[in-house]
């Protein structure tokens, strides 16, 4: 059957990608390549779905409740006392205490809604397969949303779900891994017969990989948070930690249209611009100041971060419709609307569409002479734009450049997916 796919959805204009903060990844972040083999049709798995599998819909699950010595109507403290299958005792426990603390002075995953589209109203898609492997947590923190999921053996993502991040604030370290924990006990609940070995977390912001810590985030409101080492007491496991975009191309590379391509460059284009630079497979830090792409200078204009001439004040998905709405006072429905009206002849649309496309070819051009990427991998909201961004990127490099070699240019496939698989395969790496 054939999938659709997620980069035609008309709603691309994503805000996922908490794109523009500087990050500081670890050299060990990402390790050398080791591909798990991938069966195509799993790489390719891209169809959407409902944002979460069902709560109680396990193999372990409804279908063989009351076997164990208690009908299957009984309650469900009675049936865990009858039972010795620990499994299902584990599972009926967990329910138990979900039920006790259901309520909003005890937050159980019962308590944590589910986001079912993010603030662009795209929904989330079913998780590409990481391939066989240890059984896995995975978390992907963003400003407005938590991506959770347990990976079972064969890779396969269950439970995947998105659910608000906690407000930043007072003790938010402690906050925020309680948080991940309580959708982690919640998912282990439901699914006993996968054990996790290992969890994988990556937030955004600047992230010191190596020692664990999230250096300062302002989204999430963390400066110096033991992040690995809070959320290694809670699990009692082990716990890979690092930089949400590093890990996501990362994952383009293992998993997704990089695969091809171990000398690449990944730029995502949602909120902000954020990037990797991929050398042999292995994302190039910098000693952590690497990939700020969204940051590099092509003008004079200000930015928010006090430098000047800053690449996404003019070419990140956000800026295209904020510059619009600020030049005409028309309130439009992301980036998308504005390319919407530069086709059809808006004046002051085409413009903006068109000074962000010479500011990507610029960057991208300058990567090209300095980096030579075989690949230049596009995510984010923008990357949704097919070849509207495409055509024209690749029309205006050729024209831009002379005997330099022009990278390919490929759209992101794992899409709103990419930092929670490459979580997950994190994860896999710090399994003893
Ligand atoms: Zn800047």
Redesign the pocket.
Known sequence: MASPDPRSDPRWDSTDDSA?ERRVPAGHAAGAPDRPEIPVESRNAKSPSDASVSARGSAAGSDAAGKAGSGADAPLADASAATDDPVRARRVEAERADAETDGPDAPTDAGIPDVVSDASGERLARAASIGAGAPVLAFDVGGTDIKSALFDADGNAVGLRRTPTPDAGDDMPARLVERIGELGDALRAQHPEIVPQAVGFVVPGIVDADAGVAVFSSNLGLRNAPLRMLAEQRFGLPVAFDHDVGTASWAEYMLGAARDYPNSVAIIIGTGIAGTILVDGVPYTGGGYAGEI??S?IGEWP????????L??VASAGAIARRYEEATGVEVDGAREVIARAVEGDAVADQIWNEALDALTMSIAQLTAVVAPEAVVIGGGLSRAGGALFDELRARLAARLSFHRIPVLIPAELSGNAGILGSALRARRVVA
Do not use: L, Y
């Open positions: 523009s969204g940051h200078p930015c928010p971060c006090g430098a000047r001439g800053c996404e004040v």
